[in-house]
């Protein structure tokens, strides 16, 4: 079994914040971001003090070891308002 991660050891996380405003033409752009965060916490209260000042903002994390391009499926952390589907 090839873990990649020694005992003791959590896999490497991607932790990122994304806020969107509308265009004159309605559709969603990203207005600031994508950011990398350092926690979880941190990216919550990036995206609680974007949220009053954008359409919307999402903060998400997954597994990620950007090395072997392995990348576990997102996780929602935080959404406000209007965000894209995420893919």
């Given at each position: ?67 072997l ?15 894209p589907?995420?893919?």
């Amino acid at each position: 079994m090839s873990d990649h991660v020694l005992p003791g050891h959590k896999k490497p996380k991607l932790i990122v914040v994304v806020a969107f405003d509308r265009g004159d033409d309605g559709e969603l752009f990203t207005a600031y971001g994508p950011t990398d965060q350092q926690s979880e916490d941190r990216a919550i209260r990036a995206a609680r003090a974007l949220a009053g000042k954008h359409a919307g903002v999402v903060a998400w994390s997954r597994d990620a070891d950007p090395a072997l391009g392995d990348y576990g499926p997102p996780t929602t952390l935080l959404q406000s308002g209007e965000v894209p589907d995420m893919e």
